[in-house]
């Protein structure tokens, strides 16, 4: 397989782990007590295979596990992206066929050439700017704390590589929000309504 922690505390971040093989846990495999403790965060598990158990993600006794901000897709295998006993939290995260956890969703997320192992976000990808808004918890989210920011300044994103969100807005100017530094609209254009100017001004006269 690609990893695995036996009994011990480990954290893996901003990791891409693509195109392992094992009988259980093709990506990563797990194997801790109650008092160990692993963290998945901004992780890619993607096209792993296990003969039996987990392709992606095989997590066996009670451990504490942790995966917040990753994708786990794309991998083979019975229960092909996780199989666990217990003790896994998954946070929002892009989980292949689902998985119970606040944020977590269940959608392509449209890599930008995943068949020549080009694991990176396209735009629209549903894994950009949907990572947990305020990650280190301090109540605070990402609009104020640069600690729960992609590097380009906005909302972190899911998987391994963020998304460089800084030439994305809006690129039309008849639009109120129009910005001429942009280079590829985002689909996020705002327009005044019908006979009214971007200020709530009427420009009709009666």
Do not use: H
Not at 29 to 39: K, R, V
Not at 176 to 185: A, G, I, R, V
Request: net charge negative.
């Amino acid at each position: 397989g690609g990893g695995g922690c036996l009994g011990s505390n480990v954290v893996f971040e901003n990791v891409l782990v693509t195109g392992n093989s094992a009988a259980s846990g093709g990506g990563l495999f797990f194997l801790n007590t109650s008092n160990n403790e692993s963290i998945l965060n901004n992780v890619t598990i993607v096209d792993n295979t296990a003969t039996s158990n987990g392709g992606g993600v095989y997590g066996y006794a009670v451990g504490n596990e942790t995966i917040i901000n990753s994708i786990i897709w794309g991998n083979s295998g019975s229960s092909p992206n996780i199989l666990v006993s217990a003790g896994l939290s998954v946070f929002y995260s892009n989980i292949g066929g689902g998985w119970l956890g606040e944020g977590n969703i269940n959608i392509d997320p449209n890599f930008t050439d995943p068949e020549n192992d080009d694991y990176t976000l396209q735009w629209p990808s549903p894994c950009i700017n949907t990572g947990n808004p305020d990650l280190d918890g301090d109540g605070e989210d990402y609009t104020t704390d640069i600690d729960d920011q992609d590097s380009d300044g906005t909302r972190m994103d899911m998987g391994a590589f963020y998304f460089d969100y800084t030439y994305y807005g809006c690129t039309d100017p008849t639009a109120c929000n129009y910005d001429e530094t942009k280079l590829y609209d985002d689909g996020t254009c705002a327009y005044p309504e019908e006979n009214y100017d971007c200020a709530g001004n009427c420009i009709v006269e009666i």
